[in-house]
């Protein structure tokens, strides 16, 4: 069965400075996709990024990316110039063929002015 | 990014009582629907999946005749939970999926039961 771990329960980051969040992955396929959300205070789901395993070149978008490596099975997240509203939870995400998701526990991050 | 709704965002109902939440789609058309549960400082637990005009399939250990899943249509699911009790009271999360391989997710519904 994949699984989705993210070690660290809790995470912070002085406002504009840069933090990485960590997540590992076991599975035993080859085509699959890994996702980040966040979830602020509100709880809405939002979607951050996305990595189709089969690209090498790591995604990025506006102030976030990713460092995925394959071999190693691990998906972190990078958040640039850390902003207030990038206060929340981070759920680390895989999916495969089957159409559902399997999420790691998660990281709440907290952002100091 | 896709748009999905959920109503009601907030319910309390009395111990016994059904409860249906509506979860949509408003941009896109979710062949396939995703139901969750979420407990304080947790992370999402599948409860089922949907696909349109199909039985849900239900992870191990959720009552399907507790939690009755519809998926009517392309835009439409919903969820009732029958004869609510304290334990069932939750965070409870919709998330559609189109022909893509994301799944966007509706704001939550918030059922308390008294």
């Known amino acids: 069965a994949q699984t989705v771990t993210q070690s660290q329960p809790e995470m912070s980051v002085q406002e504009a400075e840069t933090v990485t969040l960590s997540c590992t992955y076991d599975t035993s396929e080859s085509d699959y996709y890994l996702f980040w959300y966040k979830q602020p205070p509100s709880r809405q789901m939002i979607l951050v990024i996305r990595?189709?395993?089969?690209?090498?070149q790591n995604a990025t978008e506006n102030r976030f990316s990713v460092n995925f490596q394959k071999a190693a099975k691990s998906f972190s997240l990078k958040i640039s110039d850390s902003q207030l509203g990038d206060a929340a939870m981070y759920f680390c995400?895989?999916?495969?063929?089957?159409?559902?998701?399997?999420f790691g526990a998660g990281t709440r991050l907290t952002v100091k002015p | 990014g896709a748009v999905v709704s959920q109503h009601p965002s907030r319910v309390i109902c009395k111990s016994g009582t059904s409860v249906k939440i509506e979860c949509r789609s408003l941009d896109f058309q979710a062949t396939t629907m995703f139901w969750y549960r979420q407990f304080p400082k947790q992370s999402l637990m599948l409860m089922a999946t949907s696909n349109e005009g199909s039985k849900a399939t239900y992870e191990q250990g959720v009552e399907k005749d507790k939690f009755l899943i519809n998926h009517a249509s392309l835009t439409l699911s919903t969820l009732t939970v029958t004869s609510a009790h304290p334990e069932d009271s939750s965070f409870y999360i919709c998330s559609g999926q189109g022909s893509g391989k994301t799944q966007y997710f509706g704001p939550g519904t918030r059922l308390l039961v008294l």
């Open positions: 995400a895989y999916r495969s063929g089957y159409p559902d998701m399997r």
């Open positions: 990595q189709e395993a089969y690209k090498q």
